[in-house]
């Protein structure tokens, strides 16, 4: 339990990063989150047993195709729909590169739940229209990108079967990705 909490607490640190300030925030905001810095602390936070990493995995998953199709279906600018589709590409990609590494481990994965955060965070940008809709996705999307580098970075570190390690190590890349392409959307 404890790890839990401080894997949220990383998640939460890091989701901060990308927060912008008015112009001085966003220009303080332009360049990459330096994740050298943030790798250091996270491998420590992260789970390392492949029940508990399964789980984490499969509801970010989840969140960010669930959150893209929420605001897919509000009609947003064609940057954002774009990103959009790839986050559900995407992450059914990554979804299923996990299903079969764990099969090849032997383990049987379950099917993936949302936490009481992301079912919030959800909820905010179903309900909200608009701006206020596109604000609370790329809001979500950037905490839970954060939240996904450091579990795929960790678990890739210090998990404990190897096709698991293997699979978050290729994952890593293409969450940083989204990361980059989070900065450069208007808004974001």
Same mark, same amino acid.
């Given at each position: ?79 954002? +729909?774009?990103? =959009?589709?790839?986050?559900?590409? @995407?992450? $059914?990609?990554?979804?299923?590169? *996990? #299903? /079969? %590494? !764990? ?43 954060? +939240?996904?580098? =450091?579990?795929?970075?960790?678990? @890739?570190? $210090?998990?404990?079967?190897?096709? *698991? #390690? /293997? %699979? !978050? ?20």
């Amino acid at each position: 339990m404890k790890g839990y909490y401080l894997a949220a607490f990383a998640a939460c640190m890091l989701g901060g990063c990308n927060k912008h300030d008015g112009a001085a925030g966003n220009a303080a905001n332009a360049a990459p989150m330096n994740n050298a810095a943030a790798t250091a602390v996270v491998p420590a936070a992260a789970p390392t047993d492949a029940a508990s990493y399964l789980a984490k995995a499969g509801a970010g998953d989840l969140f960010e195709i669930e959150s893209s199709r929420a605001i897919l279906a509000k009609s947003p600018g064609k940057a954002v +729909a774009d990103f =959009a589709d790839m986050m559900v590409k @995407a992450h $059914s990609q990554s979804t299923a590169k *996990l #299903k /079969a %590494a !764990a099969k090849s481990a032997g383990l049987t994965d379950a099917p993936p739940a949302l936490d009481a955060d992301q079912k919030t965070k959800l909820d905010s940008i179903k309900a909200a229209d608009g701006s206020a809709a596109v604000t609370a996705y790329l809001a979500a999307q950037r905490d839970a990108h954060a +939240a996904a580098l =450091a579990l795929h970075q960790g678990y @890739a570190a $210090s998990g404990d079967m190897p096709a *698991l #390690k /293997a %699979a !978050a190590q290729e994952i890593v890349p293409v969450v940083q990705h989204h990361i980059d392409m989070l900065g450069k959307l208007p808004g974001a």
